[in-house]
């Protein structure tokens, strides 16, 4: 059981230059998070999805899409990327079927830096 | 709105001393809580949660914290720290969908 996983571990990125962060989770769960993380700023939420094919903003969407085809894949997209966006980037999933599942389960995270 | 403040970015404790790390909240109904580990290049582990029920909660690795309602505090706590809690915590209050996540506090073991 993998549980989330996150690809790529680390990547460089020029200025305007696109890509996508992959996130993928094996156990069965509606719910799935972007977050970036800054230091000392904590995690921020930048888009969620309760389920296949929906998908909504959070504190940070700017800059940022998402989509959510399957139920196991979230990927983030970074149109163009900015040195603002130069960050770690962390993919959560929770189960969502009751309230004893509200633990978010994290992935390993993606650093990425834009320069 | 939702928020969490731990009012600590470093704490320094020494191997074998006890620890309590802070966290403030701000929401506005019943809360959950949680309290999550971050080690270098990793990451988030869930450490304890808090729903509803008994305040004070048990968590992996000796952890333990306490909800308390009239302070909107849910500290975490251990009674004698190992160097291998060298790590950052987050406190983080949900409401369901979402998490508010605090700013965290790096913890530093000395031998």
């Known amino acids: 059981n993998a549980g989330v996983t996150q690809t790529p571990k680390f990547r460089i990125l020029k200025i305007g230059q696109s890509m996508t962060l992959q996130c993928a989770q094996d156990?069965?769960?509606?719910?799935m998070y972007w977050y970036r993380q800054d230091p000392g700023m904590g995690l921020k939420l930048i888009y969620y999805s309760v389920g296949a094919g929906i998908t909504d903003k959070g504190e940070v969407p700017n800059g940022y899409n998402v989509s959510r085809s399957t139920t196991e894949d979230f990927p983030l997209r970074l149109e163009l990327a900015a040195p603002s966006q130069t960050s770690v980037y962390f993919c959560?999933?929770?189960?969502?079927?009751?309230?004893?599942?509200?633990?978010?389960?994290f992935g390993p995270g993606t650093r990425l830096l834009v320069l | 709105a939702q928020s969490v403040t731990q009012p600590d970015i470093h704490i320094t404790v020494s191997e074998g001393a006890s620890l309590e790390l802070r966290c403030n909240y701000s929401y506005g109904a019943t809360p959950y809580l949680f309290w999550y580990v971050q080690s270098p290049g990793q990451g988030l582990q869930l450490l304890l949660k808090y729903f509803s029920g008994d305040t004070l909660v048990q968590g992996i690795k000796g952890f333990e914290a306490e909800f308390k309602r009239s302070q909107s505090s849910f500290n975490l706590r251990k009674p004698s720290v190992h160097w291998s809690d060298a790590a950052e915590y987050f406190c983080a209050v949900g409401n369901g969908n979402k998490l508010v996540f605090g700013a965290g506090t790096i913890l530093r073991v000395k031998s």
């Open positions: 156990m069965n769960h509606n719910y």
């Open positions: 959560a999933s929770r189960s969502g079927r009751a309230q004893s599942q509200e633990t978010q389960y």
